[in-house]
C-alpha cells in the first residue's frame, strides 16, 4: 500500500489499510501480536527502535499509525482507557489552571476532573457548549484548557467545533475534543480546528464489546512530545493484544456506523411517534436545536440516542429498561449488539442529582445505543418493553 498515498484514498479504504503493512519477517497481512515485555539490544543504547513495551510496542506502534490516518491527524497515542486517556491531557495542566468543559458530559470525566483534579488545584468551569458565547463568558488568562463532546452524552447536544476552535485559538487556550460519539467515520474535529481528539477506541473504534481503551490523536509536535512522555511516565499503556482487538475493529468501522446510522434513523422516529414516550434526544431530527451545525460538521447522525416517557417515574422506566429482550441492559456503548442504560444509576451515576437535573438529565431518561441488527427486531423489542 506504500506505493499509493494513504491520504488520497477514500475513507472505507484508508480505514482498513491505516496502519497496516506486511510484516517483514513472514509477509502476515496482520499485524503481529508483539507479546514481549523488552528487547534484546546488540550494544548498550544499540537497539531495533524498541527498548521497553511501556514506552514502545510494534502493534501498539501500528495501531497509533492507524489512528493518525483515521483522524487526519499526524500522531496517534492509545491508552489503556478512554478516562487514562482523558487524564492524561489534564496532566497537561499545571496547579492554578482552569478547564472550561461542557456541562452534559460523560459522568466518568465529571467524576475524573472533580474527585480527582480539583483537589490538585486545577478549577473546572461547566457551561452549555452549545452556545459558544457561553464560553467566552467564562474565560480567563487562566483558562489552559476547553474539553467538549459533540454529540454530548446522554442528551446528543451539539456544539460548533469549528467556532469553538477561534475561541480556543484567540485566547490561546487547548480545544480537546471527545469524539467518542461520532466516531472518525462520522465527524473529524482536528479538520474542524481541534487541537487533541479524544475517542474511548472501547466504543466504536473496537466496536465489539471485547476490549477496554483510549486514544488521543493531534497534530502538533510538542503537544505530542508531551502526552508521549506522560503516556511513557505514568505508564497507562494497552497492551499488544488489546491493540490488535482494536486495529482490527478498524477495519469494519465503515460498514458498522453505516448500520449504526441506519437503524438510528428508524429506531429514533419510531419513538417519536410512539404515544407513551415524551422525548427523543436526537441530533438528526430536523428541530434539534443545533441540526444545522450537526450536519455541518458531522457525515450522519450515528446510533446513539436517549428519549423519555411522558410517565417520567423511575418505575415506568425500571420496567422498559427490564423488559427488553434484544436490548441488553448494560453500561457502555458503539458494540454491534444494541444496548440499553439507565443513566442517573449507570454512567452518569457520579455527578450529583442536583446538577443531572439542572443539565436535563432527569431519572427517568433512557439512553439506548443503537446496534446493527434488524431495526424491525429493534422496533419490536422497544414496543414490547415500553407497552
Not at 465503515?254 to 429514533?268: P, S, Y
Not at 425500571?318 to 423488559?323: E, F, G, I, P, R
Request: contains cysteine; hydrophobic residues 40%.
Amino acid at each position: 500500500m506504500s506505493t499509493y498515498s494513504l491520504d488520497k484514498m477514500k475513507l472505507a479504504t484508508r480505514l482498513i489499510h491505516a496502519g497496516a503493512e506486511p510484516d517483514p519477517s513472514t509477509g502476515a497481512i496482520m499485524t503481529p501480536i508483539y507479546q514481549t515485555s523488552t528487547y534484546v539490544q546488540s550494544a548498550p543504547g544499540q537497539h531495533k527502535g524498541y527498548e521497553y513495551a511501556r514506552s514502545q510496542n510494534p502493534t501498539r506502534a501500528a495501531l497509533e499509525s492507524a489512528l493518525a490516518i483515521i483522524e487526519n491527524g499526524k500522531f496517534g497515542l492509545a491508552f489503556s482507557s478512554g478516562v487514562a486517556a482523558t487524564d492524561a491531557v489534564i496532566k497537561l495542566l499545571s496547579p492554578g489552571d482552569e478547564v472550561i468543559a461542557a456541562s452534559d458530559m460523560y459522568g466518568g470525566t465529571y467524576r475524573l476532573f472533580t474527585k480527582v483534579f480539583e483537589k490538585f488545584g486545577i478549577k473546572f468551569k461547566y457551561v452549555d457548549t452549545t452556545n459558544p458565547e457561553n464560553i467566552t463568558a467564562v474565560l480567563t488568562e487562566k483558562s489552559k484548557l476547553i474539553w467538549i463532546e459533540t454529540p454530548t452524552n446522554p442528551l446528543m447536544n451539539i456544539t460548533d467545533i469549528e467556532a469553538v476552535s477561534k475561541i480556543s485559538k484567540k485566547a490561546g487556550t487547548i480545544l480537546c475534543v471527545d469524539n467518542t460519539f461520532a466516531s472518525p467515520y462520522l465527524q473529524n474535529p482536528l479538520d474542524l480546528g481541534a487541537d487533541i481528539v479524544m475517542h474511548s477506541s472501547t466504543k466504536y473504534l473496537g466496536g465489539h464489546s471485547d476490549v477496554i481503551q483510549g486514544a488521543l490523536i493531534m497534530n502538533d509536535q510538542s503537544l505530542k512530545d508531551q502526552l508521549y512522555f506522560i503516556q511513557k511516565s505514568c505508564g497507562a499503556v494497552p497492551g499488544p493484544f488489546d491493540c490488535f482487538l482494536v486495529l482490527r475493529g478498524i477495519k469494519t468501522l465503515h460498514v458498522r456506523m453505516k448500520q449504526h446510522c441506519e437503524n438510528g434513523i428508524i429506531v429514533a422516529n419510531y419513538l417519536r411517534s410512539h404515544p407513551k414516550v415524551q422525548q427523543v434526544f436526537w441530533c438528526g431530527f430536523l428541530d434539534h436545536p443545533n441540526y444545522d451545525i450537526a450536519k455541518k460538521q458531522m457525515r450522519g447522525f450515528g446510533g446513539m440516542l436517549s428519549f423519555t416517557l411522558k410517565d417520567e417515574s423511575i418505575e415506568a422506566a425500571t420496567k422498559v429498561l427490564s423488559s427488553t429482550q434484544i436490548f441488553s441492559l448494560a453500561e457502555s456503548l458503539g458494540g454491534v449488539e444494541s444496548l440499553i442504560n439507565h443513566p442517573a444509576s449507570m454512567t452518569h451515576a457520579s455527578i450529583p442529582r442536583e446538577e443531572r437535573m439542572k443539565n436535563g438529565l432527569t431519572d427517568g431518561l433512557i439512553r439506548l445505543s443503537i446496534g446493527i441488527e434488524d431495526a424491525a427486531d429493534l422496533v419490536e423489542d422497544l414496543k414490547q418493553a415500553i407497552d
